[in-house]
């Protein structure tokens, strides 16, 4: 089946690093993905990996796949108050023109000064 | 580059009407998908279209309908309309690859 799971809220210090953590059900996913929103706003794509790396690092983030246990997290270092959003795991299925992406149900990171 | 452009941002209509939402996808991008996000919840994946022609369809019933044109733009149509059908409706373009793109969305508020 297909199902994503976050926690749902996450509280940090300016200048501490956050993690982000992110389980799903489905072993076929091909693309997991981090979506960030801020309030009233889409959603921007952060960054993805594909599902046979173990990691990606971008900037100030850094994204861990354990396949094995089907967990995701990603990792903002130096978060920032504008890092303040809510953060989106979502796993994809299908590739080319067919391609359905699954979210979760976000996790809600609050950055205090 | 506009990126992905939606409109309207707001709608606001009453139960029994119908609605069409529309999408222009970011510029060289060929596959739209819609969403539908709900209060407090992730998005929940509608339909895509690819070629004009629907791809991939999630859990929504028959009232969602679409549809895509030449200009890879596309529509959303809901019909008979609920009062939880009202949330922020999302669409997302792609180029036949796993790198979906965000329009800003718009809201939907069904009285």
């Known amino acids: 089946g297909e199902d994503v799971e976050q926690s749902l809220f996450l509280s940090v210090r300016e200048g501490d690093s956050s993690v982000i953590n992110c389980t799903y059900t489905?072993?076929?996913?091909?693309?997991l993905y981090w979506y960030k929103q801020e309030p009233g706003a889409g959603l921007q794509l952060l960054t993805y990996i594909f599902s046979n790396m173990d990691m990606k690092q971008d900037q100030r983030l850094t994204v861990l796949l354990n396949k094995k246990d089907k967990h995701l997290s990603l990792r903002i270092a130096d978060t920032q108050t504008g890092d303040s959003a809510i953060y989106f795991c979502?796993?994809?299925?299908?590739?080319?023109?067919?391609?359905?992406?699954?979210f979760g149900t976000g996790t809600k990171l609050q950055v205090i000064p | 580059d506009a990126g992905v452009t939606q409109s309207p941002t707001h709608l606001i209509k009453t139960r029994g009407q119908q609605v069409t939402l529309r999408c222009s996808p970011k510029s060289g991008h060929d596959t739209v998908s819609w969403y539908q996000q709900a209060l407090g919840q992730g998005p929940q994946f509608i339909f895509q279209y690819y070629e004009e022609e629907e791809r991939q369809r999630g859990n929504f019933p028959d009232r969602f309908s679409g549809h895509q044109f030449p200009n890879y733009s596309s529509e959303l149509n809901v019909n008979a309309l609920l009062l939880g059908d009202s949330a922020l409706y999302l669409c997302?373009?792609?180029?036949?690859?796993?790198?979906?793109?965000f329009g800003p969305g718009t809201r939907l508020t069904v009285l």
């Open positions: 997302a373009s792609s180029l036949r690859v796993n790198e979906q793109f």
């Open positions: 979502a796993e994809s299925k299908g590739s080319g023109g067919y391609q359905k992406v699954t």
């Open positions: 489905d072993s076929s996913s091909t693309y």
